[in-house]
């Protein structure tokens, strides 16, 4: 039985001209949350985008640190950043924040402890228009805190959602979408990143990888994170395929197996 339908820094491509020549804004999603560590590096690599049309959206998920103080220092310095402020709700509550005062045409993430490629948007914008895409992904390095570089994540070239039942192909600091697509919003869940680019594959019908010679974003990978503990992401992934896809369990069993296999396959890359 096949996975598929509900049942109910350097190293990138010159930039295209077409993308100088005709830009379209992207807002960029940033949430913050006690990030006043990590999160100047963040900004910076938003700032120095090649792709000059963008606003930087940076929702403050009630900071008990200096984090507010440094989007105001950065909003001060530049009109397209622009700050937020939230009691705090969650990275899903912060996200979706952000994406209700968005203006742009397209919309990316970026957390407050990864970063960018300069010409990360300027490629993926031009990828888009190329393909006709209207959702987006690209390569990414997983990078540990003390620096070393722990693996680099390099997708296929294409997914559809039969695809991303199988696995998350779409790390959430790489995505980017049409706002065509309509209104998608951040679920309060385990997986979130997961459960919102699986429902933009399924309208968009298909997701592009940004042809690049090297990765487009970093991934801080933190000891001891949420997504670190295995036993808990599987159960959160069950529930996904039953509760969010409404698979039947024949078709949620073949799924979790798939997601399994591939699982193993990262974990297998990253010891080499």
């Excluded at 997504?227 to 599987?234: E, P, T, V, Y």
């Amino acid at each position: 039985m096949a996975c598929d339908g509900m049942d109910a820094m350097t190293g990138a491509p010159h930039r295209p001209e077409s993308v100088v020549a005709g830009q379209a804004r992207v807002s960029v999603v940033m949430p913050v949350y006690n990030a006043e560590s990590t999160m100047r590096r963040s900004i910076d690599s938003v700032l120095a985008q090649t792709h000059a049309d963008w606003e930087l959206l940076l929702v403050d998920d009630g900071s008990s640190d200096g984090s507010a103080g440094i989007i105001a220092g950065y909003a001060a310095r530049d009109g397209r950043i622009r700050p937020v402020h939230q009691a705090n709700g969650g990275v899903a509550s912060a996200r979706n924040a952000g994406i209700d005062i968005a203006t742009g045409d397209y919309i990316a993430f970026l957390d407050s402890d990864d970063w960018w490629h300069p010409d990360k948007l300027a490629l993926q914008v031009a990828a888009m228009r190329d393909q006709g895409a209207l959702v987006s992904y690209a390569a990414y390095q997983r990078v540990a805190e003390d620096g070393r570089a722990l693996s680099t994540v390099s997708p296929p070239a294409a997914v559809d959602y039969r695809d991303m039942l199988a696995s998350n192909f779409i790390g959430n600091l790489t995505g980017m979408l049409d706002r065509r697509l309509g209104e998608v919003r951040f679920a309060r869940m385990g997986h979130e990143d997961y459960v919102f680019w699986l429902e933009c594959v399924r309208r968009a019908g298909r997701a592009v990888r940004v042809p690049s010679d090297g990765p487009l974003a970093w991934y801080l990978v933190r000891e001891g994170s949420v997504s670190a503990n295995k036993l808990r992401a599987a159960s959160w992934q069950w529930r996904i395929y039953r509760d969010v896809a409404g698979l039947s369990l024949a078709r949620a069993s073949v799924c979790m197996l798939q997601y399994v296999v591939h699982a193993l396959r990262k974990r297998r890359a990253e010891a080499f």
